[in-house]
């Protein structure tokens, strides 16, 4: 329940689990999320108009919108001047992107974590380490260089899918957001399970 790191404070509640009924865990940055739908204080049914937004945290970042068929919907790369400018955009991205329920956020700079956190959506905080095990093969991660271009190119393999064949130049920020949101609906149950979740047959 502590803080991260030398423990001075209790920063987190604690979580009651109805035993008897199956409760996937997933570890996110301190924080245990139970991804059970039949709970109703944590998520709601993957039948509600709900959506997830997927951030790569920053200033120079990118976005992604899924819905709860895990398709990817939209996407945007922003390029931004200060945390001011970032709380102005999440406000009118979370305003006007539509029913979103869940922001799923990989990074950690506390400033910039705080524009996202507007009451109403539930915040997944993702380790980079999480989704690239889910998505990416040992090799693809075996270094920085390596995993940045699977990213690239399994993020693209996505956008193909879920945009009708559309070909878009997409950049390492962006690339990583659309590989976040599609190991976060993936652990949410959202949509269709497959294995692996991105078909890497044309590369």
């Given at each position: 329940?502590?803080?991260?790191?030398?423990?001075?404070?209790?920063?987190?509640?604690?979580?009651?689990?109805?035993?008897?009924?199956?409760?996937?865990?997933?570890?996110?940055?301190?924080?245990?999320?139970?991804?059970?739908?039949?709970?109703?204080?944590?998520?709601?049914?993957?039948?509600?108009?709900?959506?997830?937004?997927?951030?790569?945290?920053?200033?120079?970042?990118?976005?992604?919108?899924?819905?709860?068929?895990?398709?990817?919907?939209?996407?945007?790369?922003l390029h931004?001047?200060?945390?001011?400018e970032l709380?102005?955009?999440?406000?009118?991205?979370?305003?006007?992107?539509?029913?979103?329920?869940?922001?799923?956020?990989e990074g950690?700079?506390?400033?910039?974590?705080?524009?996202?956190?507007?009451?109403?959506?539930?915040?997944?905080?993702?380790?980079?380490?999480?989704?690239?095990?889910?998505?990416?093969?040992?090799?693809?991660?075996?270094?920085?260089?390596?995993?940045?271009?699977?990213?690239?190119?399994?993020?693209?393999?996505?956008?193909?899918?879920?945009?009708?064949?559309?070909?878009?130049?997409?950049?390492?920020?962006?690339?990583?957001?659309?590989?976040?949101?599609?190991?976060?609906?993936?652990?949410?149950?959202?949509?269709?399970?497959?294995?692996?979740?991105?078909?890497?047959?044309?590369?």
């Amino acid at each position: 329940n502590a803080n991260a790191g030398l423990a001075v404070s209790v920063e987190y509640g604690a979580a009651v689990v109805e035993l008897g009924k199956t409760v996937r865990v997933s570890h996110m940055e301190g924080q245990y999320v139970f991804m059970n739908h039949a709970h109703p204080h944590v998520f709601r049914s993957r039948h509600d108009p709900t959506m997830l937004l997927a951030v790569d945290l920053g200033l120079r970042t990118g976005i992604s919108l899924f819905d709860n068929n895990g398709c990817l919907v939209r996407f945007e790369h922003l390029h931004l001047e200060s945390r001011e400018e970032l709380k102005d955009t999440a406000t009118k991205i979370l305003n006007d992107w539509g029913s979103i329920s869940h922001i799923a956020i990989e990074g950690g700079d506390p400033p910039l974590l705080e524009a996202w956190q507007h009451h109403g959506p539930v915040i997944l905080r993702v380790q980079p380490e999480e989704w690239r095990n889910d998505l990416l093969t040992e090799a693809e991660r075996r270094t920085g260089e390596s995993s940045k271009a699977a990213s690239q190119t399994l993020a693209q393999r996505v956008l193909l899918e879920h945009g009708n064949g559309m070909q878009y130049e997409l950049s390492a920020d962006l690339a990583e957001s659309i590989l976040l949101g599609v190991h976060v609906t993936r652990r949410l149950g959202w949509g269709t399970v497959r294995d692996p979740a991105i078909v890497r047959s044309s590369y």
